[in-house]
């Protein structure tokens, strides 16, 4: 089926420094793009999310880009702090599929202090 | 407060038992969904449902099976038939059509 993977599995950086976590995506009917953090033994929260019509869209210290032309997304987290280490999934949902979301399959996030 | 909640946290089977794990919310969400995490992996779908008395197999739903009597329950039953069953079970709510699905702190089944 359609998948949603990422680039790379994990990520260490300084604290302080941005952080940019990448995903692609194969499903060109996708509706949105979300982006959840997982600690360690805990269920996923929402960040953010972007409709597929759009480009960009910024929360607080978090910007995802979304680049249709090459199925990317990516997420980027400024000035990274030591509670941002976690894992970082991005999913897509789309009508089609009932707005369940498929899930890729992670980027660990280390803040180092 | 609001939110989903999942029993138990913890729970220990003997292979060829079924075991049913619970899921509740009141955050009054028509969709309910429930996923299935391996080590080290994404979550994966099983089952989900948009409405009461209704349900839909997700991409892994052999071995499972669900039921949706009432609105904030959800209940998910992981049968003998189900292979490899042990796994971190993490159930979700949302409004329907909604993105930003709520998800319960999960329950890691473990058959010995």
Not at chain 1, 56 to 79: D, E, F, P
Not at chain 1, 80 to 101: H, I, K, R
Request: proline letters at 4%.
């Amino acid at each position: 089926g359609e998948s949603v993977g990422l680039h790379l599995p994990t990520l260490s950086v300084q604290e302080g420094d941005n952080s940019i976590i990448n995903c692609a995506y194969s499903n060109s009917a996708s509706d949105y793009f979300i982006w959840y953090k997982q600690e360690s033994g805990k269920g996923p929260q929402f960040i953010i999310d972007i409709r597929s019509n759009m480009d960009k869209r910024q929360g607080q210290r978090v910007t995802v880009l979304l680049n249709k032309t090459v199925k990317h997304l990516s997420l980027q987290i400024a000035a990274t702090q030591p509670g941002d280490s976690a894992v970082y999934f991005c999913a897509e949902n789309s009508q089609n599929s009932g707005y369940a979301l498929n899930f890729g399959k992670g980027t660990s996030l280390l803040v180092t202090p | 407060d609001g939110g989903i909640t999942q029993s138990p946290k913890y729970l220990f089977r003997k292979e060829g038992q079924n075991v049913t794990l619970s899921c509740e919310q009141n955050l009054n969400h028509d969709a309910m969904y429930w996923y299935r995490q391996d080590p080290g992996q994404g979550l994966r779908l099983i089952y989900y449902s948009q409405i009461v008395n209704d349900f839909q197999k997700g991409d892994i739903a052999e071995g499972y099976s669900v039921s949706r009597e009432k609105k904030e329950s959800f209940p998910l039953t992981v049968t003998s038939a189900q292979k490899n069953p042990t796994a971190f079970y993490l159930c979700a709510s949302s409004p329907v059509g909604g993105n930003e699905q709520f998800f319960g702190p999960g329950t890691r089944l473990t058959v010995l």
